[in-house]
Structure formats: C-alpha cells, structure tokens
C-alpha cells in the first residue's frame, strides 16, 4: 500500500457553541492539517497522485478558512466548529477532488487537524 501526506497551515477564529468553558467564547487556533491518500497502484510514472495536484485541492479548502471566523461561514454557520468537524469538513471537500487529480484508484485514507501542538483530531470516511 502506497501513501501520499501532505499539510497546510492556516488561522482562523471559532466559539463552539453549547460548550461550558473557555472554549464557548470567541478564541483563535493556528491550525495544521494533513491528508492522507492511499492505494495499492502507482500510475504510468510511478506517482499514486501528484503532490502539487493534492496540495492545490487542499490549498483551495484552506483558503476559504484562513483567516475566517468560522461560526460566520457555511457551514460552520449550523454546524459546530470543532476540530472533529472540520475534519470532516475537509474530508468531504477534498473528496469532491479526488478523481479528478488521481490517474489511478485512490483512497482518502485520513484528515488530521491539529488545533494545538498537542491536540489533534481525525476524520476517516
């Protein structure tokens, strides 16, 4: 089994809602998230997928984050914006990619977001 990872560092604000602490209160992160793609084929010159490809659908979803307050943008307007979710978050809109940056059976094996050095949350589809 051949894996690609790549990461991508952004800021961004959030308040988690119906949370009793100091998280419930509007604070920011530098967060770090890493993708994980697998599968069991390389293509005609030996690449599972593209690094530059992969980190140009990754870039795409961190861009709309960066720098963002969370709770104001969907669909973290509804959903809270915890580190799990946006784990899935990402899971979801890199998927949207996949195939088409892929020439051969690929699978998203993984996102982790890192909100802290210390505190990492993950999302497996």
Not at 74 to 94: C, G, K, T, V, W
Request: glycine share 4%; net charge negative.
């Amino acid at each position: 089994m051949y894996e690609v990872v790549v990461e991508k560092t952004f800021a961004a604000g959030h308040a988690l809602r119906h949370y009793k602490g100091k998280c419930e209160n509007v604070h920011g992160h530098n967060y770090r998230v890493q993708v994980t793609i697998e599968g069991e084929k390389l293509n005609a010159i030996g690449l599972l997928v593209d690094f530059v490809e992969l980190k140009r659908v990754l870039m795409e979803v961190v861009d709309y984050l960066d720098h963002k307050f969370l709770n104001d943008i969907p669909p973290f307007i509804e959903l809270n914006p915890s580190a799990e979710n946006m784990a899935r978050y990402f899971h979801d809109e890199i998927m949207k990619s996949i195939e088409r940056i892929a020439d051969v059976p690929v699978r998203l094996r993984e996102v982790r977001i890192w909100e802290t050095d210390t505190s990492i949350a993950a999302y497996r589809g």
